[in-house]
Structure formats: structure tokens, C-alpha cells
């Protein structure tokens, strides 16, 4: 049993920054997998980045790579995702997700749990 609970999400301006939060509880965290995710409106669910039990190896779509970083700290139970330089085809509901590997994946399947999401809207 886990329960995740992103936070951190809002309105903001083009070029702007934002750091997403998810906070986990329960019996699991610090030995599984992180992943963020985003579903614009009409849109399928996409990956955005994930992470591994340590963070010493993550992955990054293209479409974020060099603006957007995901991190840990599994001595508070949370997974960040920093986003810079943010554009208007940013905006989307967030997502966290837990695997229960300890390798990060691309994919939804390869993870368990999920949050609940919190709103990204960037403004031209």
C-alpha cells in the first residue's frame, strides 16, 4: 500500500520555472523506481522522466530534455521534477508514479502506484 501526493503545480508564464513535488507514504519508497507523467486534454498519457531507487540514473524525454530534471531525497520520501523554460504545450495534469523494480522505466506499465496529479498551465 502506497499513497502519493503531488504538489507544486499552478499557472505560470512562458519561459517561467516550476518545481513539482510528490511526497510518498506507506511501507514502500526508497529502494523502488519514480517516474513523472502528463496528460494534456485529449491527449494520451506521456512519459516525461523517471528515476532510480538511488537517482543515480534517470531518463528524460526528448521533448523536456535540457529543460526539465528529476530528483529524490529518500530521506524525506519525495521525488522533484524541475521545470524550466516552460512553454505553453507544457500545460498538462502531472502525474508521480512508483515502480515496484528498482530500475526506472519508459513506460505507464512499468509502474504501480500514482498520484493523483496536479495542473501545470503555461501561459504565452
Known amino acids: 500500500q502506497v499513497q502519493l501526493v503531488e504538489s507544486g503545480g499552478g499557472l505560470v508564464q512562458a519561459g517561467g520555472s516550476l518545481r513539482l513535488s510528490c511526497a510518498a507514504s506507506?511501507?514502500?519508497?526508497?529502494?523502488?523506481?519514480m517516474g513523472w507523467f502528463r496528460q494534456a486534454p485529449g491527449k494520451e498519457r506521456e512519459f516525461v522522466a523517471a528515476?532510480?531507487?538511488?537517482?543515480?540514473?534517470?531518463y528524460s524525454a526528448d521533448s523536456v530534455k535540457g529543460r526539465f530534471t528529476i530528483s529524490r531525497d529518500n530521506a524525506k520520501n519525495t521525488v522533484y521534477l524541475q521545470m524550466n523554460s516552460l512553454k505553453p504545450e507544457d500545460t498538462a495534469v502531472y502525474y508521480c508514479?512508483?515502480?515496484?523494480?528498482?530500475?526506472?522505466?519508459?513506460?505507464?506499465?512499468?509502474?504501480?502506484?500514482w498520484g493523483q496529479g496536479t495542473q501545470v498551465t503555461v501561459s504565452s
Open positions: 508514479a512508483l515502480s515496484l523494480r528498482s530500475t526506472a522505466g519508459y513506460g505507464s506499465s512499468w509502474y504501480d502506484y
Open positions: 506507506g511501507r514502500t519508497f526508497s529502494s523502488n523506481a
Open positions: 528515476i532510480n531507487w538511488s537517482g543515480g540514473s534517470t
